[in-house]
């Protein structure tokens, strides 16, 4: 008969099998993994002291489990294996694949003494357990692109149209696309985002599906097609790693954290996470003159508001993979008319991010940006949002850059 039980020892999640590891019992183990890797576990003991036996289809569970886990910087390792359970190991060649040990000493001193380049402060702040790096970092710059006065009124023509370089452009929000000719793209301007000069955005039809193009840099032919946004570059000042010490982190009092580690008042913020519910809301249609509202009024209008903006009435989008990108401001009343118009009346951030395929994400500080180029160019997005402060995450990393107001 197979048993399974998870406990907790010296800071690590360690997960007893009983019995024969086979076919059979191959799917109870995978769910008891994926639940911990979903409740962002990354470092998992597997004690295998009670099983006598296990085949290939059960190594392979271990196998599947280990690759995800080592694309996020953990990793499942294997302790106390029966001897014939270990020739399986060996002769199959596992045993290269898997750190096996036999003692409880031996498995803590191999996690002791990490490899982080950079001193790490570890802290709480409104019940959100962070630890962040700082990095020596100038300032970087903040921009508006093009205008959000013909917005309400769904007055955009092609004489509005901003066209950005990639090479121009690190990271930025707005409502963009991609084309060459006005009449074939201005049907197809939506939410949008850049992450490291790579463009992503979800159309404003019908049935949308989110387009991309990555590693731009080097195409000094493309272009990306704004009607409004804005954009900002710069190194990042701090990376940092947030998750709920009670419950789950709200973005809006995320945003409080980053301006207690940093003293600046406008940031440009890249971030990762494992969500648990995404306020998120995006335009069903294209705000241009041709599409203007037939009564006369604006788009914002309740009687024109649900056909034209998609606005959540309960959160969606839970264990999914989020990346996004975008601004927040300490006091907006210091900053120069322009960054104001880039924030909301009532509100002091403007975020965008993707809703990428469920899994794990890494939280190790040094890879941090490996980690967001994985998602970016390895995971499938399906749609890019404009996302609210109640919007939840279990955990994540940001990147934060200190900009010049």
């Known amino acids: 008969m197979f048993e399974c039980t998870v406990a907790d020892g010296s800071g690590l999640k360690w997960i007893a099998f009983k019995g024969r590891i086979d076919a059979m019992s191959s799917a109870a183990i995978q769910k008891e993994f994926d639940g911990l890797t979903m409740a962002g576990e990354r470092m998992i003991v597997a004690d295998l002291s009670g099983v006598n036996y296990i085949s290939s289809a059960g190594l392979r569970v271990f196998l599947v489990v280990q690759r995800k886990l080592r694309r996020v910087g953990g990793e499942i390792i294997l302790f106390n294996l029966d001897k014939h359970v270990m020739d399986v190991f060996n002769v199959s060649g596992f045993d290269q694949l898997f750190r096996i040990f036999s003692t409880g000493d031996e498995v803590m001193?191999?996690?002791?003494?990490?490899?982080?380049?950079?001193?790490?402060?570890?802290?709480?702040?409104?019940?959100?357990?962070?630890?962040?790096?700082?990095?020596?970092?100038?300032?970087?710059?903040?921009?508006?692109?093009?205008?959000?006065?013909?917005?309400?009124?769904?007055?955009?023509?092609?004489?509005?149209?901003?066209?950005?370089?990639?090479?121009?452009?690190?990271?930025?929000?707005?409502l963009a696309t991609l084309g060459e000719e006005y009449e074939d793209f201005k049907g197809l301007f939506g939410e949008s985002m850049i992450i490291d000069r790579n463009l992503f955005f979800y159309p404003a039809i019908k049935h949308p599906a989110v387009d991309f193009m990555l590693d731009a840099e080097g195409d000094h032919g493309l272009a990306y097609k704004f009607l409004h946004g804005s954009g900002f570059d710069g190194p990042y000042r701090y990376i940092l790693s947030f998750e709920g010490r009670e419950g789950f982190v709200e973005l809006s009092s995320l945003i409080k954290v980053f301006f207690e580690v940093s003293d600046a008042n406008l940031l440009g913020i890249v971030m990762v996470a494992e969500s648990k519910g995404i306020w998120g809301m995006h335009l069903k249609r294209v705000p241009i003159w041709e599409l203007r509202?037939?009564?006369?009024?604006?788009?914002?209008?309740?009687?024109?508001?649900?056909?034209?903006?998609?606005?959540?009435?309960?959160?969606?989008?839970?264990?999914?993979?989020?990346a996004g990108t975008g601004i927040a401001v300490r006091d907006k009343g210091i900053e120069r008319p322009e960054i104001q118009g880039l924030f909301s009346e009532d509100n002091s951030f403007h975020i965008h991010a993707g809703m990428f395929e469920k899994g794990p994400i890494g939280r190790q500080l040094d890879m941090f940006e490996d980690?967001?180029?994985?998602?970016?160019?390895?995971?499938?997005?399906?749609?890019?949002?404009?996302?609210?402060?109640?919007?939840?995450?279990?955990?994540?990393?940001?990147?934060?850059?200190e900009l010049e107001g």
Request: with cysteine.
């Open 293 to 322: 509202p037939d009564n006369g009024k604006d788009i914002f209008d309740p009687e024109n508001f649900t056909d034209w903006i998609n606005f959540p009435i309960e959160p969606a989008d839970v264990n999914h993979v989020v």
């Open 109 to 174: 001193s191999s996690l002791r003494g990490g490899t982080t380049r950079h001193e790490v402060v570890s802290t709480e702040i409104g019940g959100i357990a962070i630890e962040y790096a700082g990095f020596e970092a100038g300032k970087g710059s903040v921009f508006a692109v093009g205008s959000q006065e013909k917005l309400a009124g769904a007055g955009y023509c092609e004489e509005d149209v901003v066209t950005v370089r990639p090479s121009d452009v690190q990271f930025g929000t707005g």
């Open 371 to 401: 980690e967001l180029t994985r998602i970016l160019t390895e995971l499938n997005v399906y749609k890019i949002q404009h996302i609210l402060g109640q919007s939840w995450f279990k955990s994540g990393m940001a990147g934060i850059v």
